[in-house]
Nanobody, 125 residues
Framework: QVQLVESGGGLVQAGGSLRLSCELI??????????MGWFRQAPGKEREFVAA????????NYADSVKGRFTISRDITKKTGYLQMNSLKPEDQAIYYC????????????????WGQGTQVTVSS
């Protein structure tokens, strides 16, 4: 019903920037109730919440570790969400996943229903 296709990962030097994209595809992609979240998982670590955006109103929420450096946004007409990552640090290196759910709390709590395939972000020091 909903597929998420991510793009934009890659290799960047510390202090650099990357923008991740996440396109919603499927028969249920017009819901105004979605919250989109970005998560990341580094080797040997648990998956962690990074940021979330309310599809309808655009309200956002960030993990403390990325506040002031990352910006989450969405383009409703393109059915695409974005994660702009600036001032990247080696500790930001991880596989980044986008996810959506009609429940904001499910996203913030790390249990959204639909997940993307993940995109690798590598930060060299």
């Amino acid at each position: 019903q909903v597929q998420l296709v991510e793009s934009g990962g890659g290799l960047v030097q510390a202090g650099g920037s990357l923008r991740l994209s996440c396109e919603l595809i499927g028969s249920r992609t017009s819901s105004p109730m979605y919250t989109m979240g970005w998560f990341r998982q580094a080797p040997g670590k648990e998956r962690e919440f990074v940021a979330a955006v309310l599809w309808a109103g655009g309200g956002t929420n960030y993990a403390d570790s990325v506040k002031g450096r990352f910006t989450i946004s969405r383009d409703i007409t393109k059915k695409t969400g974005y994660l702009q990552m600036n001032s990247l640090k080696p500790e930001d290196q991880a596989i980044y996943y986008c996810a959506v759910d009609e429940s904001y709390h499910s996203v913030i709590g790390g249990t959204p229903r639909y997940w993307g395939q993940g995109t690798q972000v590598t930060v060299s020091s």
